[in-house]
């Protein structure tokens, strides 16, 4: 494997993490608040969006896969699914990373017959060019072009999520 560039140090990461959210505590203000992290990739981001919160939070996690190997089965599975109703709450999905938009697309659908008071969606990172799928992204941390990235919870075979920051690898 190559060598990995920072695209995103660590400070500029932080940064912007925090003003996505005052921009979700705003907005919810009062209101019971779900995150729903998708495993794994979305762990560090979402520990660091919920600590900047002000206000309850309440965290729940789903696993949910679409590929055997490296490829897409283009059906998608439900491996771990969230513990606790959502019923009349405030749900915003967390992602790494949105490049199809396919899983998230059914992970919505599927959460809205939960009857959430409403559901949003943050991603810390969004790559439109590689969308097959409209998905409206309430919250984006950073739009990129269409590189291999890791680190910050993003892997290469499981490898480099525990990076500081978000590089890519040429």
Do not use: C, W
Request: aromatic share 8%; glycine share 8%.
């Amino acid at each position: 494997m190559g060598e990995i560039h920072v695209l995103i140090n660590q400070v500029k990461l932080e940064r912007r993490i925090e003003e996505l959210a005052k921009q979700i505590e705003k907005e919810h203000q009062g209101k019971e608040m779900v995150l729903i992290g998708m495993l794994k990739g979305s762990v560090m981001f979402m520990t660091e969006l919920a600590k900047n919160i002000k206000g309850d939070v309440i965290l729940d996690f789903m696993d949910v896969s679409s590929y055997k190997g490296k490829e897409s089965t283009g059906k998608i599975n439900i491996n771990k699914d969230i513990r606790d109703s959502i019923t009349g709450k405030d749900v915003i999905i967390v992602e790494d990373i949105i490049d199809t938009g396919r899983t998230l697309t059914y992970v919505k659908e599927y959460l809205q017959g939960k009857n959430p008071n409403n559901i949003k969606i943050a991603t810390m990172l969004s790559k439109p060019s590689k969308r097959v799928m409209e998905v409206d992204v309430d919250y984006i941390g950073f739009a990129i072009e269409d590189k291999f990235v890791v680190g910050y919870g993003l892997d290469y075979d499981e490898k480099y999520r525990n990076l500081p920051y978000i590089g890519y690898i040429e």
